[in-house]
């Protein structure tokens, strides 16, 4: 099966969380998936989009997805709220034909190649765990968890509405504790692993998002928890990099590393941790790692 | 289809002398096919093995709401759920009374804190200079969506920003909210998106989706929010750090194609709100996590500007509509 994908990383990929899109191409290269850029490809506007510009927003998807389509490829993200926004034009435009019609008509004015609604949004932990060989990708883990207790944290825009998703998602997504367990660690059940990490309130309700990253990272620590992963970059930003903030809002330490799925995927392949970006990780993951000779 | 005994893991809840809730797990063991409902089973325990255990029920049809309660990790009405879609691998469906709103006994919990959120909301039409006497049939379109609400609780209990903060007015009341805001009778609905764009409103949701999956009624709460936040802002009130945000986008797109993250928090919650986040900042930048302030040019940027344009010039509407419903 070709894995070749038109790459999407997101805003807070390609700037802020730029570890995650380091380690994805690295991951990526060793477990023969071809990420190629779109040099076109804009922002995808998040909901944002959708509340200010409603036909502006599936405009813009549909020309990201039309660039894709031109390639003759899937697009494959790293961050759950482009996974989310696209998914959800693309779902509209493979269902209402007239919406489709008349955004093409908007494109075609545009000069820009009108969307046959014919490809797939994917994520890239749903093509390492479902369309990867998984005897190759075990054949790949030169360092296992070794029963690292690991907290799977989904994201919502990986999960809901899961009618949109062109895989599991909702309560039937399982990929991340899949993953946890092929590199060797124990999955944690807690109660936070579908909730919200409040990345999209952080500056409407400050305190809010900071009390909901306490709560899932406390949540996880209660159940045993050494590490979390979420497969998304703004999950990671509120969940690591706001670890430090929520915990001065519940007075409570947390100390809990998170980092992205394709990090700890690359330490257990033995990548280089430069190029995993590690060292851009407030909660710092190596020690736990290193522990248990990750 | 074949009878199978499943184990009912039940919370038991006793509010004791001092206010305080004492909660203890409790199994019940009990044969069922599986598409009895978790009502029936209820019932039976109740009938025939416990009749202390209690929990609030009525029409056994989803339409009363009475039966909202935590089953298997979600809220759901116990008389809409087949027990074998909520069993685990070893049978164990786990029952517990809905979250956010305080507990009684057992499974019944004090539903008062979500329906004076929902009063908060007016819910009910009120005369005013907006009141249109003239109800056609794409009057539905709307309104329909979200007509369907039993008020059941559920996505209040599954909510996520409820769990963090009980001034939230949460998901149902905002979905009944753009009822009213929808139809034309309603007198006035620009004083309603002025309420709802303030503190703990419509703004206030993460979008976590969670009421879209949880309600029993398919009302997608999420989405009426959405709407409501874009009605809101076309009637000008754009001042709270939520519109900000949002409109923060389409001009970033239509220039570069890219975000430009480094304006992005100024533009949202201004220089004085900036300023009060500068410890936040210098925290990112310890690691590096400062967004360049000259944002990448996408290629055929131009385009964007082109959709733009063309979309200001011929809106379209592309809003998704509810099914009609047609007189019987």
């Known amino acids: ?134 005897k190759l990708l075990k054949s790949k883990i030169t360092r296992p968890l070794k029963g690292l207790k690991v907290a799977p944290f989904y994201g919502c825009h990986n999960l809901r509405p899961s009618e949109i998703y062109e895989s599991k998602a909702g309560d039937e997504a399982d990929h991340l504790d899949r993953l946890i367990t092929t590199l060797g660690g124990s999955p944690v059940s807690y109660s936070g692993s579908r909730k919200c990490c409040g990345f999209h309130v952080m500056l409407s309700d400050p305190t809010e998002m900071r009390s909901m990253v306490a709560k899932n990272c406390l949540d996880a620590k209660g159940e045993g928890a050494e590490l979390m992963i979420s497969p998304c970059t703004l999950c990671d930003m509120s969940l690591n990099a706001y670890q430090m903030p929520a915990e001065k809002v519940v007075g409570k330490k947390i100390d809990l590393p998170e980092m992205n799925f394709a990090q700890l995927l690359g330490a ?27 | 289809m074949a009878e199978k005994t499943y184990t009912f893991r039940v919370q038991r809840n006793k509010v004791t002398g001092d206010g305080k809730v004492e909660s203890r797990w409790q199994d019940y063991q009990l044969a069922a096919e599986p598409t009895t409902t978790v009502l029936i089973c209820l019932e039976q325990i109740k009938g025939h093995q416990d009749g202390t255990l209690t929990y609030r029920m009525s029409c056994r049809s989803a339409i009363c709401g009475s039966c909202a309660m935590k089953i298997s990790g979600r809220t759901r009405l116990a008389c809409k759920t087949h027990v074998e879609k909520v069993a685990d691998a070893n049978g164990v469906i786990r029952v517990s009374p809905m979250t956010n709103q305080p507990i009684l006994k057992d499974m019944v919990v004090d539903i008062r804190p979500f329906y004076n959120h929902v009063l908060k909301i007016k819910p009910y039409l009120q005369e005013g200079s907006e009141t249109d006497t003239n109800v056609g049939r794409s009057s539905y379109d709307q309104v329909n969506h979200v007509t369907q609400c039993i008020m059941c609780g559920s996505c209040y209990s599954d909510c996520t920003m409820a769990e963090v903060s009980d001034k939230f007015v949460g998901p149902a009341a905002l979905a009944k909210a753009f009822r ?149």
């Not at chain 1, 033995?270 to 290193?290: I, M």
């Not at chain 2, 609905?189 to 002025?194: C, G, N, S």
């Not at chain 2, 996590?289 to 979309?311: A, C, D, M, Q, T």
């Open chain 1, 1 to 134: 099966m070709s894995l070749e994908f038109s790459f999407y990383p997101g805003c807070a990929g390609k700037q802020v969380q730029k570890e995650a899109k380091s380690a994805a191409h690295a991951v990526a290269r060793e477990l023969g998936i071809t990420l190629h850029p779109m040099p076109r490809a804009s922002c995808c506007g998040a909901v944002s989009l959708r509340e200010s510009k409603l036909a502006f927003s599936l405009a813009v998807a549909a020309r990201i997805l039309s660039e894709a389509e031109a390639a003759g490829r899937n697009i494959c993200t790293i961050c759950n709220t482009c996974l989310q926004t696209l998914s959800h034009a693309n779902y509209r435009f493979k269902r209402e034909p007239d919406v489709l019609e008349k955004i093409n008509g908007v494109l075609k004015k545009a000069g820009v190649r009108p969307y046959g609604a014919t490809i797939k949004v994917q994520h890239l932990l749903w093509v390492v765990t479902d369309q990867v060989d998984q």
């Open chain 1, 268 to 294: 257990s392949m033995g990548l280089d941790a430069a190029e995993l970006g590690l060292e851009r990780l407030h909660v710092d993951p190596r020690p736990v790692l290193k522990s248990k000779g990750v």
């Open chain 2, 180 to 328: 009213f805001v929808s139809d034309p009778r309603e007198g006035k609905k620009t004083a309603r998106l002025r309420e709802l764009s303030e503190e703990n409103q419509m703004w206030s949701c993460c979008r976590c989706a969670q009421c879209v999956e949880t309600c029993p009624k398919d009302v997608k709460p999420m989405e009426a929010i959405v709407k409501l936040r874009a009605r809101g802002m076309q009637k000008g009130y754009v001042d709270g750090p939520g519109p900000k945000h949002a409109l923060a986008f389409h001009g970033d797109i239509q220039k570069t194609g890219d975000l430009n993250e480094f304006t992005l928090m100024q533009r949202t919650i201004g220089i004085v709100g900036t300023l009060g986040e500068l410890g936040m900042a210098l925290h990112l930048m310890k690691k590096g996590k400062i967004p360049s302030p000259f944002p990448h040019k996408v290629e055929g940027v131009e385009e964007l500007g082109n959709i733009y344009r063309i979309l200001e010039e011929n809106p379209l509407d592309v809003e998704t509509k509810a099914k009609e419903v047609a007189p019987e």
